[in-house]
């Protein structure tokens, strides 16, 4: 049985229950992380943390936890859920007020959730541990805030649908300047001519933990050329590879793009390498 973590306390998931005037339940009034688990041991913890801090302050609250006491929170439910391969979710909420009012209420205590899920390890590098995924292009309809890892996520979630229902799995999105931002769950990389492209950090994408600590494994083991700057369509529909990045995934190639082959449609030479640098370093930031 799922061991949660609700204010203050450990308990089953199903019995873990909020008010119906939680924040995040009416607005979506709240911030999260997702933070990947193996063999018991959280990933890049430091990062995440920096990341929840980033957001609180993007939406103006005030963490109730010291990052140590989060820490300890959350690797205290990972050894009820007994360790091993877990995604950690942690989601922090204004909290409950007694009126629904758009404004912030004054003295109301933030809402702090944190459960575990099983995960598979991603793959090693190797074509035949790869999970695949295709994907379709689309104009990035989300707001202008995209920095902030909040729980608002509906613009994300129609988004996710369309690639559903054109048959894919994910969704590369870009701007009106049909630059690309990222995708509706994860970071994107894209190779061109053998160098690494990525979009710089700004508004419009989230400032993944997976996408930091691949550029700077791409920095430390590799002498490949890596570009930070606007990626735009016709060279995301030209790439020989892209890549999608987040923390359950680490790196998933993207082999097919809305209906044609990535590159020979087949898990690209230069995915592998990274992905093994996952494997080998995944630790490396904690
Ligand atoms: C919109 C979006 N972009 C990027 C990411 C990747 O972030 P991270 O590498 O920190 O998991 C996620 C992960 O959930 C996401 O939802």
């Not at 943390?49 to 963490?63: D, F, K, N, P, V």
């Not at 989601?91 to 459960?115: D, L, S, W």
């Not at 729980?151 to 048959?167: C, F, P, R, S």
């Not at 570009?227 to 890549?243: D, N, S, T």
């Amino acid at each position: 049985m799922t061991q949660a973590y609700l204010n203050g306390a450990f308990t089953a998931l199903e019995d873990a229950h909020i008010s119906p005037m939680d924040r995040g339940f009416l607005f979506g009034d709240g911030v999260y992380e997702v933070i990947p688990c193996y063999d018991g041991q959280l990933v890049a913890m430091p990062y995440h943390l920096e990341r929840l801090a980033q957001s609180l302050s993007g939406i103006a609250l005030t963490s109730p936890h010291s990052d140590d006491a989060l820490t300890s929170i959350l690797t205290e439910l990972v050894n009820r859920n007994g360790g091993g391969d877990l995604g950690v979710y942690l989601q922090i909420t204004r909290g409950a007020a007694p009126k629904r009012q758009h404004a912030f209420p004054e003295h109301i205590e933030p809402t702090v959730f944190a459960y575990t899920f099983a995960i598979t390890p991603p793959s090693d590098g190797s074509p035949e541990t790869a999970k695949c995924f295709s994907a379709v292009t689309r104009t990035d309809q989300r707001w202008d805030r995209c920095h902030i890892k909040s729980t608002a996520l509906l613009g994300n979630v129609l988004h996710m649908m369309e690639a559903i229902d054109a048959g894919a799995e994910e969704v590369l999105l870009f701007n009106s300047d049909d630059e690309l931002t990222e995708a509706a769950a994860c970071n994107v990389f894209v190779v061109c001519n053998g160098t690494v492209l990525t979009p710089a950090l700004d508004h419009q994408i989230l400032p993944g933990v997976t996408r930091r600590q691949c550029l700077e494994l791409l920095e430390a083991h590799t002498d490949w050329p890596v570009e930070i700057r606007p990626v735009l369509r016709q060279e995301v529909a030209q790439a020989e590879e892209i890549w999608l990045s987040s923390s359950t995934k680490e790196l998933a190639p993207i082999v097919k793009l809305d209906g044609k082959a990535v590159g020979d449609g087949k898990p690209g030479r230069m995915w592998a390498v990274a992905q093994k640098l996952f494997n080998e370093y995944r630790f490396s930031a904690n």
